[in-house]
């Protein structure tokens, strides 16, 4: 069984800074993609960066120039460097992993911006 777990969120003043980090294990098939996405209360989930077994990336415009996603692929693993954190970055953060023919998902972190 695949698994897919995240770390990293907490509670930081808006400016401020977190990097989330990601292991995916288990992994029987080469993987594609690995992402990041968030789901706010009373919205959608939404994402906010992935990246490429090759390391082309993909970012939501309100996130770019403050986010910066990493991956390693010997050891399965992304990060997401978040910078200049804004209130609106607020959410439940969750790592997605696109392997074979499947999506795995992780159980999401929690990230909270405020004074």
């Known amino acids: 069984q695949v698994q897919v777990v995240e770390s990293g969120g907490g509670l930081v003043q808006p400016g401020g800074s977190l990097r989330l980090s990601c292991t995916a294990s288990r992994i029987i098939f080469s993987i594609r993609t690995m992402g990041w996405y968030r789901q706010a209360p009373g919205k959608q989930r939404e994402l906010v960066a992935e990246?490429?077994?090759?390391?082309?990336?993909n970012y939501e415009d309100s996130v770019k120039g403050r986010f910066t996603i990493s991956r390693d692929n010997a050891k399965n693993t992304v990060a997401l460097q978040m910078n200049s954190l804004k209130p609106e970055d607020t959410a439940v953060y969750y790592c997605?992993?696109?392997?074979?023919?499947?999506?795995?998902w992780g159980q999401g972190t929690q990230v909270t911006v405020s004074p």
């Open positions: 997605r992993v696109y392997s074979g023919s499947y999506m795995y």
């Open positions: 990246i490429t077994s090759i390391g082309s990336t």
